[in-house]
């Protein structure tokens, strides 16, 4: 897996609404489902970070959410999955602006060069 340099890039916390966490879930379940050649430890860990976020039942507020680059990276890649195997829903549309949304979102919380850098070979 790439990310050789993910050590050096500093992390991010994003405002994550619970909406955004259970989204990202999912997006972890279709990864485990199909079993996608990703990081099962890395996506499990980040299951669980999500998972208890919001385990005091509140949910009417964000919350602070640490991610790294290489968690984020993980997560694009099952964005770009779901996008691929929806072809066939009715609403594919809405499912493509919604995976490219929060790719974007995601993307755009690193610079272009440093997410050059965590793609870097060794």
């Known amino acids: 897996m790439t990310g050789r340099h993910a050590d050096l890039i500093p992390h991010r916390v994003l405002d994550l609404p619970w909406e955004g966490a259970e989204a990202l879930r999912t997006t972890l379940g279709i990864v485990d489902d199909n079993q ?8 499990a ?3 669980l970070r999500l998972t208890g976020l919001f385990a005091d039942g509140a949910r ?3 919350r602070p959410f640490e991610l790294t680059i290489e968690e984020a990276d993980t997560l694009v890649a099952g964005l770009q999955f779901t996008e691929a195997m929806s072809m066939h829903l009715d609403f594919f549309d809405m499912v ?9 979102q995601l993307r755009g919380l690193w610079t272009d060069e440093q997410w050059a850098a965590y793609h870097a070979p060794g």
């Open 45 to 47: 860990s980040l299951d």
């Open 60 to 62: 009417s507020s964000p």
């Open 36 to 43: 996608l050649p990703l990081d099962a430890d890395l996506c």
């Open 96 to 104: 493509v602006d919604t995976c490219r949304f929060v790719a974007d």
